[in-house]
Structure formats: C-alpha cells, structure tokens
C-alpha cells in the first residue's frame, strides 16, 4: 500500500516537473536590430490557444548617437548594436523574469532594414539558440509590424493594414497571421521619410516626424496646398512632395528670410494633411476594392496625431473597425518580433543556422 502510494506521488512529481520544465507555454525572446533600435523582448504564448499571450518584458535601447547628423548613419548603428545586444537581452531576460533555460525559441529580424545592423541581432540570435539547443525563427520586419496589431487588440481577418514607417509605406492584406501580401507600396521615399525631410528642410532636428506632428496641431492645414503625385493603383510616392516643400520653402524666402519662423505651424500642418490625405485615400481605394472594413495601422508614423484622427473620421463615414497598436509597439519594437515568431513557432516554421539577413525582403 505505503509503496502505492508513494508510487503515485512520484508520478505526479514528475508531471509536475514535466510542466514546470515544458509547461503549457510557449516563450519566445524575439530580437529587433534593423535600424538604430536595438530591441528585445520577451513573450509568453500558449501551445494551444493562438489567441492568447503576453508580453512579460519590451526592452529598446535607442541609439542617440544618430541626432547629430540628421540621419541613421549605418556603420555607427551596427557598433552601437554591438554595443547594447547583451545589456539589451539580459534587461529583457530579467524584467521578464524568467532563466534564459526556460526559453522555447529565439526569434531576430532578417530583414528588411541596414546589414550591418541586422547582422548584430542576427549573430547574436544564432549563437544563443546554438547554445541553449533551441530554435531559431526568422522574422520579417514589417510582418512584425502588422503583428503588433495583436499585442493588444484582436482584428479580424482579413483585414487591411497600413505599414507606415522611416524606412517602409506599404498596405498588406492580412488573411492569416502568416498570410501576408503587399497590395500597394512607395515606389521611392517611405511616408516617414518625407516627415523627416520636411522637419529637415525647416531646420527642424532628427528624426523630424514627432516635431512636424506637435507644430503642426496649433497650424492651419489649409495654409498652403502642395500636390499630390498620380500614382494608379494603391502604389505611393513621397519624393515629389519633398522637392515641392524645398521649393516652396526656398521661393518663399527670397521675400522673406523669417518665413519658416513666422509660418513653422501652418507649413508643418499643410504638408502633413498632405502626407495624411494621401495616405487615406489610397487605404480607402483598397478598402472598397477588398470589400474590407477592418482596417489596422501600424509603424512609427502610425503616432502621428492627425493620421489617428483622419483614420477615425473615415472610419466613422465607411463603417470601418479600427485598430490601432499602443504607441510604444508602433515604432520598431522587439516585442512584434517575439510574437511573430510565436505564430512561425506554433506552425513549426523555424530557421537553419545558415539562414542569412537581408537588406530587402
Ligand atoms: O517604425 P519606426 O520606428 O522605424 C522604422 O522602421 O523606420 O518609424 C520611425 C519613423 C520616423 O520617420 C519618424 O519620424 C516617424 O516614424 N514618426 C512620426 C511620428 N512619430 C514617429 N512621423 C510623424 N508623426 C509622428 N508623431
Ligand atoms: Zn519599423
């Protein structure tokens, strides 16, 4: 009897164990370093229910290193990368607080983004799965970015989103948490791009896109009228619409060398309303194409105030649902990483140690 029983609760201690060791969870630790964000964080899933998870940590180092000369500059990305993966990681590791050997899998950006920079979290990501005898998953940064949209929210498919960030202007039509397809994108500057151009042409600091959006709220959006370029299809293009400011701007100053001072607010709310009304436009193109009405944003211009508003004002006028990321996984995020790997890792779609990154995807 006494030998039944103890019997009994050895098995039941091992299955606990068993649970303790493997559990119900799934944990991924994704890793984001395709731009001058390096980026990790940790997510927890369920092996069953897709629909369930949580980010326990959301780490982002953000490199300053950049301000002074207006732009990304590539090779400094990469070593300050270098620099910030394992403080980065272990900072993830800890808030999360969860043991490195309790990860199911490592997730990193392949690509689209800068080489250098990719290879950081890339290498990184390759020796730390070697090491714990994990999988490795690849991600797609702008699948990342649709994903983040079930961080917190719940769209259905299909739906619509649009990808608008420094380096990416693109609508996907979303069937299936990897079933992704570009529709329409920018056929030269991305919609952030030109944010920061503008915020550039009127001496304005980088990266320039926050500073249009606060100048532009107290502005008159109908001050000045700048063209918008006639692309078919759901296609973009931005790069006319920055000679225009530069020209607009430049012409204006002959007359008067204070204009950008006297009309800061007006030029930042006309070209933003342009950028915005561009924008819009051809999501609802798409939208009355598709016959969709559930409609996501994400990306880093995705903050931008008068998007919001624009996206809420048709929304209400066509009957759309929208979704909108919280702020903090609308820029470049390694917790959009983690939970794309997440859905690659549930379908059992990992990568080989010789998997390599790529500037453009
Ligand atoms: O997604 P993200 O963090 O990085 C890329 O993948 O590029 O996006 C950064 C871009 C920059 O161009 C920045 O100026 C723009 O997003 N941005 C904004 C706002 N906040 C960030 N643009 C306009 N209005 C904003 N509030
Ligand atoms: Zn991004």
Redesign the pocket.
Known sequence: MYFVISFTSLLVNLQNYYKSVNGNSIIILGIES????TAAAVFKGEKEAVSSGIILSNVIATQKVHEQYGGVVPELASRAHQQNIIPVVSEALKRAGIKKEALSAVAFTRGP?LLGSLLVGASFAKGFTLGLKIPLIDVN?LQG?VLSNFIDNRPGFPFLCLV?????TQIALVKDYLGIEVIGQTLDD????A??KT?KILGLP?????L???YAITGNPEAFRFPHPKIPGLDFSFSGLKTSVLYFVRDRMKEDENFIQKNLADICASV?KTIVDILIGKLAKAAAHYGIKEIAI??????????RKSLEETAKKSGWKIYIPEFRY????AAMIAMAGYYKFLKGIVAEQTVAVSARM
């Open positions: 395709s731009c001058d964000e983004g940064h970015h608008v960030s420094g380096g990416h991305a919609a952030g791009e944010f920061d915020a980088y990266p320039g896109g926050p249009v959006d606060k933003q994400a990306g880093g211009v995705a903050a931008n105030s008068g998007l609308c820029t470049d995020n």
